[in-house]
């Protein structure tokens, strides 16, 4: 999952880095004014609600769920809706017929049913996927969802010159020639035309897949795969009052401004094991200034950010000082990196690779980001913690989070020897300007090259213009950007859902593309085909972890941080968690408050 889910990530000041980390570090430590057990306001305690859940009994039917947030979503439409707490608010007013289990921590990523009354029964060959429908399943209208809205919602998908924007996972899996032109332009009657999901019945969906594919479930249960009414279908205005299939409906939306959900009157609790339901009502408020929402935050005016990207400094130094039983600090499931495009001399060459790699001081760079706290542990490799197959820590091929944590000179200078390159080169680093964090991130690694003979200017261009800018490798190429500052997190918690665009060659594209490293491994292509192939989660698990060795191996990355947030949750909340199914965000679904 690129920045374009994390879009609204609030900007950490340059020149407060140092002294937020420094605090950070203290608070670590039991530092902070609140009592760590949360006698103060009713708050549940510091990390109370991370990775596991806070005051469950405390939660009562009843009463105002107040979010805030920097921005508004890309979209709220099912289809098009692609930022990370999107996906995560959606589940208020869209089902689908798998979903993520309503558990903290690595649960939350495993696959429960929604719509469906089980998961799928799957063909031995792994290429068909049936489910059947609930019993008194319904739209906010009273009438019943069907297998065929179910049908209908998938297809939209197929219709991105009228709704681009939002995964096209569906697309690749179920329909890899582009054989289907989509719903709008579909010539059948009953504009269901897609011939890789079948409706027998109006309580039965049977999905053909052409190749097997064992992360089917888990790309059913995005939001892209929400059941879309025909007759309610508005097209590109579909995101402004999307027709609710669950416990929520629209009442009213300014875009930029504000969002009010109020309870769905048909939607029974007995047709739905996921949601509880429990307030009354759910509001947004979005504000332009950072700083000011993380202070009505604090003051209690509302409940918890939706965003879900941690404080910015200012309201962080605030909250840690202050309110620190009202703080928890998850892993986010993003890695942070630096990324070495091949196309750009001498990176061709992995030994100038793992110059750059050694030669890097990883504690100055964890500082940079915020530190351990709010920064996050140093990146040791390219596979998040939520990620089966993961090892965190424990895989550190070139140390860098021990021996080599402030570089090694010695070392990296063995590597420009073997490159060729003796007394060092000269490249160039390409950061986004509006994000101050990996700017500084930039500048620390200029400052650690210099030392092993590696000369480093700083390319700082328009975030906004991404995808034409180092997501052209022709651009790449021609910039001479030998080194790219970026993050990723996982669309979904799989090897493939993380590391496909960033690592396979299939998905080397001209524009928008993330394979930035131009990785073109026939090793690591035959690990993903055999991972898609693969039904045995312990065997996945196993194929996961090899592919992000050989990636490693390669040297095309050097990693940052496993980055952490520190989030906020007022003493209101009860029946709090994080989830790894939402990134380390807050499990929006289920929450409740106190009465």
């Given at each position: 999952m ?6 609204g ?30 006698s103060k ?6 990390n ?13 039917k ?21 930022y ?8 208020y ?35 068909t ?25 998938i297809?939209?998908v197929w ?14 899996v179920?329909?890899?020639k ?12 009953d ?29 059913l ?14 097209k590109?205005k ?28 048909e ?8 949601r ?25 005016d ?42 750009v ?27 351990p706290?709010a920064g ?35 070392k990296a ?26 700017v500084a991130?930039a ?49 979904y ?12 060659s299939?998905?080397i ?40 060795h050989?990636v ?5 990355y ?38």
């Amino acid at each position: 999952m690129s920045t374009q889910r994390t879009t609204g990530r609030r900007k950490q000041a340059v020149a407060a880095a140092a002294v937020v980390a420094a605090l950070l570090s203290t608070a670590a430590c039991g530092g902070g004014n609140d009592d760590e057990g949360g006698s103060k306001g009713g708050a549940a305690g510091f990390n109370a609600a991370n990775n596991k859940v806070a005051q469950a009994s405390l939660a009562k039917k009843g009463g105002t769920l107040k979010f805030a947030g920097a921005q508004d979503a890309d979209s709220w439409d099912t289809t098009r809706g692609y930022y990370g707490f999107m996906w995560n608010f959606s589940r208020y007013y869209s089902r689908q017929l798998v979903t993520n289990s309503t558990e903290p921590g690595a649960k939350g990523a495993q696959v429960t049913p929604d719509l469906a009354t089980k998961t799928a029964q799957i063909s031995d060959d792994g290429k068909t996927y049936t489910y059947t429908l609930r019993d008194g399943v319904t739209w906010e209208d009273g009438k019943p969802i069907t297998s065929k809205d179910v049908k209908y919602g998938i297809e939209r998908v197929w219709a991105q010159d009228v709704l681009s924007g939002g995964p096209i996972y569906l697309q690749q899996v179920l329909d890899p020639k582009k054989t289907y032109k989509g719903p709008y332009k579909d010539k059948s009657a009953d504009k269901l035309g897609l011939k890789a999901i079948e409706t027998p019945d109006d309580k039965t969906i049977v999905f053909k897949l052409p190749a097997a594919n064992s992360d089917f479930e888990e790309i059913l249960a995005l939001t892209s795969a929400s059941p879309v009414r025909q007759d309610k279908d508005t097209k590109s205005k579909y995101g402004l009052k999307p027709f609710s299939s669950g416990p929520y409906k629209f009442q009213s939306y300014t875009p930029n401004k504000n969002l009010t959900l109020v309870r769905n009157t048909e939607w029974k609790q007995s047709s739905d094991p996921v949601r509880k339901a429990y307030p009354d009502k759910i509001t947004v408020n979005f504000f332009t200034n950072a700083n000011d929402m993380d202070q009505r935050l604090i003051n209690g005016d509302y409940d918890l950010d939706i965003g879900q990207t941690g404080l910015s400094p200012q309201g962080r130094t605030t909250a840690l000082k202050q309110h620190k039983a009202n703080l928890d600090n998850p892993v986010s499931g993003y890695i942070r990196y630096a990324v070495f495009p091949q196309s750009v001399k001498p990176f061709d060459n992995e030994h100038c690779r793992k110059a750059v790699i050694y030669g890097a001081d990883h504690e100055s760079l964890q500082t940079a980001r915020g530190g351990p706290v709010a920064g996050g542990d140093i990146g040791t490799n390219m596979l998040p913690p939520s990620v089966p197959g993961a090892e965190g820590q424990k895989y550190d091929p070139y140390e860098s989070a021990t021996t080599n944590k402030n570089g090694n000179v010695a070392k990296a200078k063995e590597e420009l020897k073997a490159c060729g390159k003796p007394n060092g080169f000269k490249t160039t680093i390409a950061v986004r300007n509006n994000k101050p964090v990996e700017v500084a991130t930039a500048e620390s690694l200029q400052a650690s090259l210099k030392k092993v003979g590696i000369t480093v200017e700083i390319d700082q261009f328009d975030g906004a213009q991404t995808t034409g800018i180092i997501g052209s490798p022709a651009n790449v190429k021609k910039k001479g950007y030998g080194i790219i500052i970026m993050g990723w997190g996982p669309d979904y918690p799989t090897v493939t859902g993380f590391g496909l665009p960033l690592w396979s060659s299939d998905y080397i594209l001209e524009s928008g593309n993330n394979n930035f490293a131009l990785i073109k491994d026939k090793t690591i292509d035959g690990l993903f085909d055999s991972y898609t192939k693969e039904l045995d989660d312990a065997k996945k698990a196993e194929i996961s972890t090899e592919i992000n060795h050989k990636v490693m191996e390669g040297g095309y990355y050097l990693p940052f941080v496993f980055e952490k947030f520190i989030n906020w949750r007022s003493s209101r909340l009860a029946n709090v968690y994080t989830t790894d199914g939402y990134s380390g965000q807050y499990d929006f679904v289920n929450l409740g408050l106190k009465k």
